[in-house]
């Protein structure tokens, strides 16, 4: 069976890898930093940007605590991740990703249903 994802918030129909990566630019210009997409397996993938980087969290299901993209050596720190409740996060650079970095893997997750084989991540445990 392949997997299909969707929108969380949204009208509930199964969405393309291109199709969601369209929906992310749409509510990045529109504000909304903070988006969630659930498969039809039952897993749920976060993306948290502030527009220039992004935190890519896949959780397999609901208790998973998930695995998120990392960019090991990054240096610094980078705010402005503003969560849906209002929350303002600041990551370290090393939890997080370029932007078009970020995009990249969600493509690859939905179309494929697995990280990209070159990303690096790390589980939240």
Known sequence: MIESWVVDGSSG??????AAIEVLRERIEGGCLETWLASSSGRSLAFVTNAKRAMVILLDREDDPGKHAVEPGAL???????????????????????????????????SRGSWPPDVQWVTDR
């Open 13 to 18: 129909v199964p969405v393309s890898s291109e």
């Open 76 to 110: 610094g720190s980078s705010a402005g991740f503003i969560l849906s409740n209002g929350q303002h996060d600041e990551y370290p650079n090393e939890d997080t990703v370029p932007i078009g970095e970020a995009f990249r893997i969600v493509d690859h997750i939905i």
